[in-house]
């Protein structure tokens, strides 16, 4: 196994303005959409993702930097 994995894409529900500190981890933004779908549906009442919610996840969708802040 090499040790440059593809790098990891996070967003989590404060950066959408929600008051939770859920995470999703994935390395793509469809897969980040769809544990973010998950987990609005079954942490937040049954909260959908509308096409504005949807925008709002990928524009806070960042890179992780494996513990390295970005400036
Ligand atoms: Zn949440």
Redesign the pocket.
């Known amino acids: 196994m090499s040790t440059a994995k593809p790098r990891a894409k996070t967003v989590r ?1 404060l950066d959408i303005g ?1 008051k ?1 500190l ?1 995470q999703a981890r994935g390395e793509s933004a469809a897969g980040l959409l769809e544990q973010m779908r998950r ?2 549906r079954e ?2 009442d049954g909260m959908t993702v509308v096409p504005t919610t949807e925008r709002l996840i990928k524009r806070a969708i960042k890179d992780d930097r494996w513990g390295r802040f970005a400036p």
């Open positions: 529900c929600l939770c859920f987990h609005l942490a937040h």
